[in-house]
């Protein structure tokens, strides 16, 4: 068992999962986490907006809040940015420094994708406000999981897991506009970047992820 054999590692690692809505990373994360532990590492999965008291209270306020659709796209971004900043020195650096390796369903990317290219705002405040919520802390590994607009809305609306939240109600365009920005950004850092078919198997796109963050990290 894990506990058994278990691995330290002296500097822990973040692996950051993005990607549209419905695109599959909440199940790719927990199907990593598994493998980590069998591996006989200690994973922490969490998520933002999230992670915290704090920022559990915040993405009610963001994703499903009376008061969301009022919100200014400057007022979002500073919202998502106030979690992320308690996420980072409330659990991640902790973790990481513990050893642990954070799979952390979207980070700061998501971010300048959804404020940045999908609300318009612009790229400077964007860059400083991440930068002074994380801190040093920046992902090791960044998955995004891929798939075209339409498929991410009707697997959002394929759901039965309650009505859909602000961002899941957002029209084709927005979609499209993620999708491409988030291509756009791993192709400006193809050294942190992995991009994933999100249409395929949920096996194959499991394997392939075991797989790659073995030999990326020689867990």
Known sequence: MAEETSNFLKK???????????????????RLETH??????HAFVTREPGGTEVGEEIRHLLKF???????????????????RAQLVREIIVPE????????????????????GVARQVS?????????FAVGDIMPDL?????????????????RHAGPPDRFERENIEFYKKIREG???LAESMPERFH??????DKKLIEDEIWGYVKERFEL
Not at 96 to 115: A, H, M, P
Not at 195 to 200: E, L, N, P
């Open 123 to 131: 790229d400077d405040p964007i860059q400083a406000i991440n930068a």
């Open 182 to 184: 988030y291509l756009l």
């Open 96 to 115: 990481i420094e513990d050893g642990r390796i954070i799979l952390c369903d979207r980070f700061l990317d998501s971010t300048t994708v959804y404020q």
């Open 12 to 30: 822990g690692l973040m692996i950051t999962f993005e990607g549209c809505e419905g695109c599959g990373k909440t199940t790719q994360i927990h």
């Open 36 to 41: 980590i532990e069998d591996a006989g590492y």
């Open 65 to 83: 809040g009376h008061q969301g659709d009022k919100l200014f796209p400057e007022t979002e971004l500073l919202l998502f940015a106030a979690a």
């Open 142 to 158: 960044t998955f995004i999981l891929d798939v075209p607009a339409d498929v991410s809305m009707q697997r959002v609306a394929d």
């Open 195 to 200: 991009i994933m078919d999100g249409t395929q």
